[in-house]
Nanobody
Framework: VQLVESGGDLVPPGKSLRLACVAS????????MYWFRQPPGKGLEWIAS????????YYDDSVKGRFTISRDNAKNTLYLEIRSLKPEDTALYSC???????????????WGPGTQVTVSS
């Protein structure tokens, strides 16, 4: 199993980014997938979840309305679109997989190294 994120960048406030997580080594469409972030000096934060079919999504209240999680099962790729970026969105963003078929599982079995998003003018 491998998860590799990309799309992070240094951007000014107000801009948008689309992050991607390419999955390999497992049946991607069979698993819920998740985005997390870790701001500098802080703990890991759950952002969003999406089911295998891509038609059921959950978001943390802090990002609802600005973040959109989606997936393309034909490309084995998970996405996170971030709009109206704020300095407090600065973090290392990573995707995770869980073998538990839940929107907020207690355990994740694989995750990628992350992609850095820095929001600064």
């Amino acid at each position: 199993v491998q998860l590799v994120e990309s799309g992070g960048d240094l951007v000014p406030p107000g801009k948008s980014l689309r992050l991607a997580c390419v999955a390999s080594g497992f049946s991607f469409s069979s698993y819920w997938m998740y985005w997390f972030r870790q701001p500098p000096g802080k703990g890991l934060e759950w952002i969003a979840s999406i089911n295998g079919g891509g038609d059921d999504t959950y978001y943390d209240d802090s990002v609802k309305g600005r973040f959109t999680i989606s997936r393309d099962n034909a490309k084995n790729t998970l996405y996170l679109e971030i709009r109206s970026l704020k300095p407090e969105d600065t973090a290392l963003y990573s995707c995770r997989r869980s073998s538990l078929d839940l929107p907020r599982p207690s355990h994740y079995d694989f995750w990628g190294p992350g992609t850095q998003v820095t929001v600064s003018s």
